[in-house]
């Protein structure tokens, strides 16, 4: 449910984003990557404690990604689809190498408060960074559900992304609000990372989660925020459960132990068949764009 939770919250950023300028960020796992590395370089190297670390970290990607809206993305707004996901995979690129190049190739850990703590419960050993990571995940969809739905700025988000020229007409700020559904994404990401970090620890790879998490969202459904999370838990309990081990007597047989290093694989078989019996995701409606 932990790793779920993770590509949920990056599949979530890939809906807010698609939802508002019909975009696919395919950097958003390394923006998850970024978010690591900062938060990594304020606890260690600055001394930084960590939650204020984690906080200044979610406020530096998200600027980031801001920024990154209003310089890069927003001149390729109603190009061909191809243009954008060549565009956004060349930054993920990008992003990999300037950590590469101020951070290095190493591996890194971050120490958090919970690091190294466990909870017995049933005869049930608990990591508390896999509770961190879970309690992360609901508490910010709820703050994010409270912002998108009890304050104007986060209904004038969804009318923008509803419908673009009729939340122009009313005077809602477009541009603007598509740079702050961009620092948004940017900073989900960046919560993403941050939790994960104790876990699978840091490099510049860390952002290939979001091919992952790419899935999830089209598994939930790519224009649902549930579906989204939905999508994100169903693979994270699909990889564990494909790679479990197999009862006594399974084990002898060669061919099943050898589906156990394909883990990776089953959570994208489960995405095809869904795609094929229901081709909006489960959580997605169908649409249909009069032309």
């Known amino acids: 449910m932990a790793v779920g939770c993770i590509y949920g919250l990056v ?3 890939f809906v807010l984003i698609y939802k508002a300028t019909e975009l696919v960020n395919f950097a958003q796992g390394d923006l998850m990557m970024l978010g690591a590395f900062v938060c990594y370089m304020l606890v260690v190297w600055y001394a930084v404690p960590y939650w204020p670390a984690f906080a200044l970290a979610v406020a530096a990607v998200g600027l980031f990604g ?4 209003r310089v890069v993305l927003r001149r390729v707004i109603g190009r061909p689809q191809f243009t954008v996901v060549m565009l956004t995979i060349g930054l993920g690129a990008m992003f990999r190498s300037f950590a590469s190049m101020t951070w290095g190739s190493e591996i890194y850990t971050l120490p ?3 690091s190294a ?3 017995m419960i049933g005869g049930v050993s608990i990591s ?3 509770v961190s990571i879970i309690v992360g995940t609901v508490v910010l969809c709820a703050v994010l559900y409270a912002f998108f739905t009890h304050t104007k700025l986060g ?4 009318a923008a992304s509803q419908n673009q020229l009729a939340a122009y007409y009313v005077g809602i700020p477009v541009k603007l609000i598509f740079s702050l559904i961009w620092a948004v994404s940017a900073g989900v990401a960046a919560v993403a990372g941050v939790l994960l970090a104790p876990v699978s620890l840091i490099d510049t790879n860390l952002g290939f989660i979001g091919l992952k998490a790419f899935a999830a969202a089209v598994l939930g459904g790519f224009g649902s925020i549930p579906g989204a999370l939905a999508g994100g838990l169903t693979i994270g309990v699909i990889e564990v459960l494909a790679g479990a ?3 006594g007597p399974l084990r002898e047989v060669q061919a099943l132990r050898a589906l156990q290093e394909y883990k990776d694989v089953a959570a994208y078989v ?4 869904v795609l094929v019996v229901r081709p909006h995701g489960m959580f997605g409606a169908a649409t249909r764009k009069r032309v």
């Open 66 to 69: 801001a920024v990154l809206d």
């Open 155 to 158: 209904v004038a988000m969804q």
């Open 270 to 273: 489960v995405l095809l068949i």
């Open 128 to 130: 508390h960074e896999y």
């Open 112 to 114: 958090t408060p919970f």
């Open 245 to 247: 081990p197999l009862p």
């Open 117 to 119: 703590r466990q909870t």
């Open 11 to 13: 599949a979530l950023g």
